[in-house]
């Protein structure tokens, strides 16, 4: 007869249970153990909800250009006296941020993966602030952001990630994550105002935004693209495998209401990817890493990992619809 462990002996053969790694999504590039921890870090409490041309804000973006730079992303911000470039973009406000006409200061953190066509660029972009701290609610006072748009710069990240790790590209990939969109598109407009090449080499932008829910309007397991029906950006990206659909609530105008607007009056073809702007989180306290369903978003975000390294090397140039480009 066979003697029983002894207890101390099978608390450790317990132990050794636990601690061996449950091997997941080893056949995806995007993991969602990567998912939650950017995300985590951005829309924690210690963020203070990021508020646009707040020091909270800039942490978000020295965070993003940090993981720019271990992804081995050339540096694509400002240059210091000595010549040295920076992950990070210092971008000054006017006094229509801030009333006192003291100045203020916003940040855009921006990476580039130099590809093999130096006049061929392609955008994928994401605002990193959000609403800050309200002092003057009762109970929780800040604005974390988790979906609006921690969601989006993980989105960036994830496949500034892949995208850096694998052959270098035929155009060159602009990864970009604006500060204050939640003022105006602010680190957008300088960006755009300043271009690091000229607008007519941007074959295409891609913002993310609001990436962490499922839409009940659109089949499950996909995101929808604003403006779809404008360009033939979308419906070639959803041919190459992208879950991407038409944005199911166009009396909202969401292909207004994001960064990509400011490229697309420019004659870019630019375009946000989301999936869902209407929960009640929205501008709320509310919304938090806990409503975040990160399973979904592991899945739809790996579904355009392909199509996207297919754009970046392709020569497929998208083209706004007659009749479809964007005007004031």
Known sequence: MTKPLPRIALLLFLCLLI????????????KEQNIRAELGFLASDAMQGRGSATNYERIAAEYIGSQFRQFGLEPGGDT???????????VSLNSGINPSAEPRTTWNAIGVLRGTQADEVIMLSAHLDHLGVNESLTGDKIFNGADDDASGCVAVLELARVLAAGKRPRRTIYFVCFGSEERGGQGSRYFIANSPVPLPQIVADLTFEMLGRPDSKVPAGTLWLTGFERSTLGPELARQGAALVADPRPEQNFFRRSDNYSLALRGVIAHTVSSFGLHTDYHRVSDEIDKIDFPFMTRSLNSLVKPVQWLANSTFRPAWLPGQAPTR
Do not use: L
Not at 19 to 30: D, Y
Not at 81 to 87: D, L
């Open 80 to 90: 210091d006296s000595a010549g040295n470039k920076s992950y990070i973009q210092r």
């Open 19 to 30: 601690a061996v790694p449950v091997p997941a999504q080893t056949n995806a590039p995007i």
